[in-house]
């Protein structure tokens, strides 16, 4: 459990904002470990395979898509589940391969938990104070419907420990994982606290 491992990748519009250092700042003080870092621009199949990890993905966010629109009164561009979800798909995928991303590997004792706390929900405009998306991004489901394109939230954070394990592979190759110990990992993690007074 203290070894668990999460995928994080600031998005182009993070990266664009220089928000960065204020991801990584944030994951280091919860106690975090970075194992793992690469500043790249990701190519259009491989935000498919990151993106299509869960095989009903299309047919879940498709659902969830069509849902929104009926509650909003708005035409959905198609009635479809699978459907929508490529078009959904399509965006995300110019969204993320439209500049360059910083792709990470933390590792913790319930690293994705903790991060997907810290990041916040999806959606920044109903994110929680506090979270790097309803701290740093003001955008919505709304707004980016208007525009037709992919939501802006700054970062993207695995949903599973089983999700982050397969996108972790996509993204990184085994060598490139570090194992090491920090000091701290000491006071996060040992039994008791032997050793601090001389």
Known sequence: MKKERTLVVVKPDGVQRSLIGEVIGRLERVGLKLVASKFIV??????????TVDPDWKKKVGT??????KKTDKEAPFSDPVEMGDF?????????SSGPVMAMVWEGA???????KIVGGTE??????????????????DLSDVDGRSVRNVVHASGSPEEAGVEIKIWFEEKELIDYRLVQEAILYDVNLDGILE
Do not use: C, F, Q
Not at 42 to 51: C, G, I, R, T, W
Not at 64 to 69: D, H, P
Not at 111 to 116: D, K, N
Not at 124 to 133: A, H, N, Q
């Open 110 to 116: 319930h690293s994705v938990g903790v991060v997907r």
């Open 42 to 51: 990701a190519d259009l199949d491989m935000v498919e395979k990151h993106y």
């Open 88 to 96: 959904v798909l399509n965006k995300l995928k110019k969204y993320i």
């Open 64 to 69: 969830k898509s069509l849902e929104s629109y």
């Open 124 to 141: 920044p405009l109903t994110s929680d104070v506090g979270t790097i998306r309803g701290d740093y991004v003001h955008d919505s489901y």
